[in-house]
């Protein structure tokens, strides 16, 4: 059965909000023979990303950049999992075990979001993963429609890993 990891790191009420519709969305009743794990960043491994078919990251926006705990799990992840890097030790082209496999991305922030979604979008572009659904950039306060659509990012990831 194919497998959604879910890493997150949601320590606030509005992190938290947004990373529970997007496992509720995930575990839609329509969406049958998919596994769902929730990891908080901190605590992801390797062999959770090798295990997964599919990935959803979700991050506050910390002073221009993704959070600390999700920059440690790529920073403890990256190389096991197929990550590359160029000569000059930029991104890579990635060839490794997880390329081309989908992943979402939801991204709170007070003012900008900018420099957390442009960071993340480096690393998962160097393990060569598929961007299955557009970036869920939330400012402010998390409203019903923020919760919504973060729902609908969970569903859809999930949904593209179902058997056919």
């Given at each position: 059965?194919?497998?959604?990891?879910?890493?997150?790191?949601?320590?606030?009420?509005?992190m938290?909000?947004?990373t529970?519709?997007?496992?509720?969305?995930?575990?839609?009743?329509?969406?049958?023979d998919?596994?769902?794990?929730?990891?908080p960043?901190?605590?992801?491994?390797?062999?959770?990303?090798?295990?997964?078919?599919g990935?959803?990251?979700?991050?506050?926006?910390?002073?221009?950049?993704?959070?600390?705990?999700?920059?440690h799990?790529?920073?403890?992840?990256?190389?096991?999992?197929?990550?590359?890097?160029?000569?000059?030790?930029?991104?890579?082209?990635?060839?490794?075990?997880?390329?081309?496999?989908p992943?979402?991305l939801?991204v709170?922030?007070?003012y900008?979001?900018?420099?957390?979604?442009?960071?993340?979008?480096?690393?998962?572009?160097?393990?060569g993963?598929?961007?299955a659904?557009a970036?869920?950039?939330?400012?402010?306060?998390?409203?019903?429609g923020?919760?919504?659509?973060?729902?609908?990012?969970?569903?859809?990831?999930?949904?593209?890993?179902?058997?056919?």
């Amino acid at each position: 059965m194919p497998t959604l990891l879910v890493v997150h790191h949601s320590p606030s009420r509005s992190m938290r909000s947004l990373t529970d519709a997007v496992l509720a969305g995930a575990h839609h009743p329509d969406i049958t023979d998919v596994t769902v794990v929730a990891r908080p960043a901190l605590e992801a491994t390797a062999d959770d990303v090798l295990g997964a078919n599919g990935y959803v990251l979700g991050s506050p926006a910390n002073f221009g950049y993704m959070s600390g705990a999700l920059k440690h799990f790529f920073d403890t992840t990256f190389l096991q999992v197929g990550g590359s890097l160029d000569d000059s030790g930029g991104a890579g082209e990635s060839a490794g075990a997880t390329a081309k496999r989908p992943f979402g991305l939801y991204v709170h922030g007070r003012y900008d979001t900018t420099g957390a979604v442009r960071s993340v979008l480096a690393l998962t572009g160097a393990l060569g993963w598929r961007q299955a659904a557009a970036v869920h950039e939330v400012l402010g306060d998390v409203d019903d429609g923020a919760t919504e659509l973060a729902y609908e990012l969970g569903a859809t990831v999930a949904a593209l890993l179902v058997p056919q």
